[in-house]
């Protein structure tokens, strides 16, 4: 095995092709240096320079071995700063997953927010369910995960903050509105059959799910609609499984009960897009995150509950006991974005 030492003097005098100015480089005397040499040369097997007496030059072999040698020398000194930088989460890998609904809500904010601050860390995103995500995190595949609230059901090796509430709304097949199956007004003061005690409640929802920016991924277009009554809860319904995010789930269904209905389940489905696209296709209908009205789809549009939307809690999941500063630094950016 190679000292590193020779191989910092086979350097400075491959830089300066003179003994003399190398020793003094190096901060020694040349006759060690000269003997430091000659005990490198024989340990590679061929010599490294041609001296003379006025000059000295690298050997073919030489100028080969110095193109390896140095950024092998480099590296090994840069070995405490990357330590640091590690340490410290300057650098490093992050894995994080994320649930569908987040890629129209925290995740981009929170990926701009910690790419910006940390460039020099690699991030692996994963986009995955609730409940596989807990398990990837128990196994210590994933570093963290921004998970729909799973509070009661989350294993105690796991630490979460919730991060953002956002109000339900529902997706509509387009063609439930003008064939007027849904009892639905506009939110700019038009009021439907059910709806004409001019509460304000048009106004509150409106607030919160009108689209910024036009029809594109908003509601459709047009003027901002509100759902009235209770009709449409014997249309049929699209939602998550409870295997797979039992807060969202339970969420849905309590919101029914509490006004005395039953859901009618068309169709289960693990992913928001395809959910919608079911939406699209007139299956049924669906509650879904208010901030998911940034995807537009054809045939879907997104109205706000004139009566007291349920809220959704998304927040952030990660292992209680890893201390890796990559993470800890993940935790304190995303509680910063909070709300």
Partial sequence: ????????????????????????????????LSQSILALERAVGAPLFVRS??????????RQWLAHVRPAVEGIDALPT??????????????????????YSLLPRLVQHYSAAFPDVELELV????????????????????????????????????????PLVAAVPESWIADGLLDVAGAGG??????KDGSGADDRAARVIAPGGGGGGGDGGGEALLLHGDGWMTRPLIIFPARVSPDFHELVLGYYRSRGHEPVIR????????????VSAGLGMALVPASLRH?????????????GAPELET???????????????????AMGLEG
């Avoid at 190679?2 to 003179?18: E, G, K, N, Q, S």
């Avoid at 995955?128 to 799973?150: F, K, M, P, R, Y």
């Avoid at 038009?190 to 709806?195: E, I, N, R, V």
């Fill in 315 to 333: 927040g952030l999941a990660w292992r209680r006991e890893d201390d890796a500063p990559t993470v800890a630094a993940l935790v304190a950016i």
């Fill in 82 to 103: 990357l330590a640091q930088r590690l340490q410290t989460g300057l650098l490093g890998r992050l894995s994080l997953a994320f649930v569908s609904t987040a890629d």
């Fill in 190 to 195: 038009g009021t439907s059959a059910k709806d």
């Fill in 127 to 166: 986009e995955a369910t609730s409940d596989i995500q807990v398990a990837a995190l128990v196994a210590g595949e994933i570093d963290a995960g921004i998970v729909i609230s799973a509070r009661a059901t989350l294993p105690s090796a796991l630490d979460y903050r919730p991060l953002l509430r956002e």
């Fill in 295 to 307: 995807l537009a789809r054809t045939g879907v549009r997104y109205i706000a509950f004139a009566e």
């Fill in 267 to 278: 169709q289960e489905a693990i992913q928001m897009q395809t959910i919608i696209s079911l």
């Fill in 1 to 32: 095995m190679l000292d590193l030492r020779p191989l910092r003097h086979f350097i400075a005098v491959a830089d300066t092709l003179h003994f003399g100015r190398a020793a003094e480089r190096l901060g020694m005397t040349q006759p060690p």
């Fill in 53 to 62: 007496k006025r000059s000295v030059a690298l050997t073919p072999f030489g």
